[in-house]
């Protein structure tokens, strides 16, 4: 006996039933401008469903975790590694849990990613566990674009095929994929097409309904019907639903229609606490490669900072060095030329306003991606050495005094401090080379990474102690710092003077 579910009433106020066992082989295609009551169909869906057959809701918005108490959907959010999401979805296949998939709060390229992963791997279950499932998309033009959007190849590659598995490829696997989308030209043409079941709601723009038309079959002046439609009532058409077009009003949500005697494999009974059975990894969860399709950014990213910052393989021959082209390889760059290109390459990191307070290791991971996009030869810098170059480049000194004897003794004495502390230390050092005013407690505390002025004091505080410099003030009590190893003082300057004007002073 077949499992009808009661998705609303028909145009004599008749109950409009969904078949569900046909539903699970011909798969379903909702489409309707946004606010034409979508979401909201999908929900009377589910849970008119949820007695009769298991669940997965991808969810862009996290509409559907309210279904989590009243239907005991688990709640997975998708802020995940791929090694955990694989398990969680392995063993959702494995215990038959309906589950939301949150995907709330990700970039649109981690939300594709998230769910890529994820339906790859309820695809991927073991034989054993391919029962029937309703995997149901909600705005399914954002995992399978029409068109290549702002997002990596890799992400919309991998979205693109977990969907087009999961459409054209899900039915023997017990996948039934039933999809929503506003924009029925946004999404991708072969995962639409390969549901039967469509319903449709009111649609705005002509080439939406050309799409429309086309996939039911339809003439485009028939297809105008749908310009017209309420919200919440939906054209039906599809073995599971009507053979012929037929107008729903979606039935409201949060009723049950247990009516029927069921067909489909009875859910078994879960003992115990679900959530646990389902989030506990197995041994190997967080090791796990990919089943099949590994993705380039599954790998750790300190195994793919190694292999940036490997030196690059000498290319033959060598091109032209008069090539004002960088993109070649450049293995016959001098020292200097190589030195000077990575000065560029941090300069440009610490041009931005923020960088002063991202931590050293991110600015780090940028530099060695940076070196490797130019081209930079030779083997990459060590931190340690990046930290010195970086607290040079931060001191903000200028050409002519780098190039001074003044500045290579500052150097020498640099490294009596730990290396978060160099970039200070030079950039007090430079000033009194270049007998500038003494930097304010907020360039001081730029420097150093933090927005805490007593912290900047205590640093130069720091500095007197270890005999490096002394500190004193001028009679209107503006701060000095005397370096006597360089000879050299700061001219007098405002300890809390703010950092733009201690900047205009100094120029
Ligand atoms: N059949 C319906 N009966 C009652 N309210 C509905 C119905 N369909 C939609 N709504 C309401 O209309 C609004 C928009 O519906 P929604 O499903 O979010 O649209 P969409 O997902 O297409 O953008 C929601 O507030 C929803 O509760
Ligand atoms: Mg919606």
């Known amino acids: ?8 009433t028909g145009p004599e106020g008749a109950p409009v039933p969904m078949d569900i066992e046909e539903l699970l082989a011909t798969r379903l295609l909702v489409q309707g401008n946004s606010g034409s009551g979508k979401s909201y169909l999908l929900r009377r869906l589910l849970e008119q469903s949820a007695p009769w057959v298991q669940q997965c809701v991808i969810d862009p918005e996290g509409d559907f975790v309210t279904l989590a108490d009243r239907y005991g959907h688990v709640v997975i ?19 038959r849990v309906s589950c939301v998939l949150s995907l709330e709060g990700l970039d649109i390229e981690q939300q594709m990613r998230t769910a890529g992963i994820f339906l790859n791997a309820l695809f991927d279950a073991d034989r054993d566990y391919w029962y029937s499932m309703l995997v149901v998309v909600d705005e399914a033009q954002l995992f399978a674009p029409s068109v290549s959007g702002d997002v990596s190849e890799e992400a919309r590659k991998l979205s693109l095929g977990a969907m087009t598995n999961l459409m054209c490829r899900g039915r023997k696997r017990g996948l039934a994929g039933v999809i929503a989308t506003q924009r029925l030209a946004k999404l991708a043409k072969n995962v639409a097409a390969e ?5 449709m709601g009111r649609t705005f723009l002509d080439i939406d309904m050309a799409r429309a038309a086309d996939l039911l079959g339809m003439d485009r002046r028939t297809a105008e019907m749908f310009r017209d439609l309420k919200r919440g009532t939906f054209v039906a058409l599809g073995p599971a639903v009507s053979r012929r077009p037929l107008k729903v009003s979606i039935g409201p949500v949060e009723t049950s229609a247990r009516s029927t005697s069921p067909k489909l494999t009875p859910l078994p009974e879960v003992g115990g606490n679900v959530e646990d059975l389902i989030f506990t990894p ?6 796990r490669p990919l089943p099949r399709r590994p993705v380039a950014s599954a790998r750790p990213t300190t195994e793919i900072l190694a292999e940036l910052s ?8 060598a091109p032209a060095p008069q090539s004002a082209n960088p993109r070649p390889a450049q293995p016959d760059m001098t020292p200097e030329e190589r030195e ?7 300069e440009e990191i610490l041009d931005n306003p923020n960088a002063a307070y991202r931590p050293d290791g991110e600015l780090f991971q940028d530099f060695l991606v940076r070196c490797r996009i130019r081209r930079v030869p030779g083997a990459a810098l060590s931190l340690s050495a990046f930290r010195r170059k970086m607290a040079i480049a931060r001191s903000g000194v200028d050409a002519q005094t780098a190039d001074s004897e003044g500045w290579r003794t500052a150097l020498d004495l640099s490294r009596q401090v730990t290396e978060d502390l160099q970039g200070v230390f030079l950039l007090v050092a430079q000033a009194a080379l270049r007998a500038l005013p003494c930097p304010s407690d907020a360039m001081i505390a730029r420097a150093y990474g933090t927005h805490s002025a007593r912290r900047a004091r205590r640093l130069l505080g720091y500095f007197e102690e270890q005999g490096l410099v002394v ?12 370096f006597p190893d360089l000879q050299a003082e700061t001219a007098p300057g405002a300890a809390d003077a703010p950092p733009e004007e201690t900047r205009a002073a100094a120029e």
Not at 1 to 8: L, P, S
Not at 84 to 94: K, P, W
Not at 282 to 287: C, F, G, P, V, W
């Open 195 to 199: 549901a039967s079941n469509f319903l």
């Open 282 to 287: 197995d041994a190997d969860e967080l090791t």
């Open 471 to 482: 500190l004193h003030s001028d009679p209107f009590g503006r701060r000095i710092v005397a």
């Open 77 to 95: 959010e998708g802020e995940r590694t791929d090694g955990e999401l694989v398990g969680i979805a392995t063993r959702i296949r494995q215990h």
């Open 1 to 8: 006996m077949n499992v009808g579910i009661d998705m609303g």
């Open 340 to 346: 000077s290109l990575m000065d560029q390459i941090l």
């Open 310 to 317: 490997k030196p690059r393989p000498e290319l033959t021959p």
